[in-house]
């Protein structure tokens, strides 16, 4: 091989591996979102990922922080709300604690980068015995699935 394919070739699994570390740490923090107004929407403590409380830590990876505009917690928020299946969660008391967004990135063949938030995820939880995770597709605006889950506890004396 030659030696300008193999720095390619290395150049594009490191950028690679920078985005998916970003993709990760998109997803594992967090939107904390008071239920009851869907206005007072804020990203961890200072609008960012990777901020204070954020599971992976503050200035992971090459960037310190990727920031979320509210207009596109918004959004989410309204494409969710839309769906009968959240609407029922939401009436029978689930409150939505977070929205995680997927973040996609593309490498074109003469090396350029896109990243592009094509879809995200809304984490809804009831009493903290029941958690729902509601994926959004940005693209089409719609749901495309609800996954419920339920925790019982038994308390013996």
């Given at each position: 091989?030659?030696?300008?394919?193999?720095?390619?070739?290395?150049?594009?699994?490191?950028?690679?591996?920078?985005?998916?570390?970003?993709?990760?740490?998109?997803?594992?923090?967090?939107?904390?979102?008071?239920?009851?107004?869907?206005?007072?929407?804020?990203?961890?403590?200072?609008?960012?990922?990777?901020?204070?409380?954020?599971?992976l830590g503050r200035g992971m990876g090459?960037?310190?922080?990727?920031?979320?505009?509210?207009?596109?917690?918004?959004?989410?928020?309204?494409?969710?709300?839309?769906?009968?299946?959240?609407?029922?969660?939401?009436?029978?008391?689930?409150?939505?604690?977070?929205?995680?967004?997927?973040?996609?990135?593309?490498?074109?063949?003469?090396?350029?980068?896109?990243?592009?938030?094509?879809?995200?995820?809304v984490i809804l939880e009831?009493?903290?015995?029941?958690?729902?995770?509601?994926?959004?597709?940005?693209?089409?605006?719609?749901?495309?699935?609800?996954?419920?889950?339920?925790?019982?506890?038994?308390?013996?004396?």
């Amino acid at each position: 091989m030659e030696r300008k394919t193999k720095i390619l070739m290395i150049s594009a699994v490191l950028v690679l591996a920078i985005l998916s570390g970003i993709a990760a740490l998109a997803y594992a923090n967090g939107v904390n979102w008071d239920p009851n107004t869907v206005a007072n929407v804020a990203y961890n403590d200072d609008g960012c990922f990777g901020g204070h409380g954020g599971r992976l830590g503050r200035g992971m990876g090459p960037w310190r922080s990727i920031t979320i505009s509210q207009e596109f917690k918004d959004n989410v928020i309204n494409i969710a709300k839309n769906d009968t299946d959240v609407q029922n969660l939401l009436n029978d008391g689930y409150n939505a604690t977070s929205i995680r967004p997927i973040i996609n990135a593309t490498v074109e063949a003469d090396g350029s980068v896109t990243i592009k938030a094509t879809s995200a995820v809304v984490i809804l939880e009831n009493n903290r015995t029941s958690r729902a995770s509601v994926w959004v597709n940005l693209e089409e605006g719609k749901v495309t699935r609800v996954v419920i889950l339920t925790r019982t506890v038994i308390e013996k004396p």
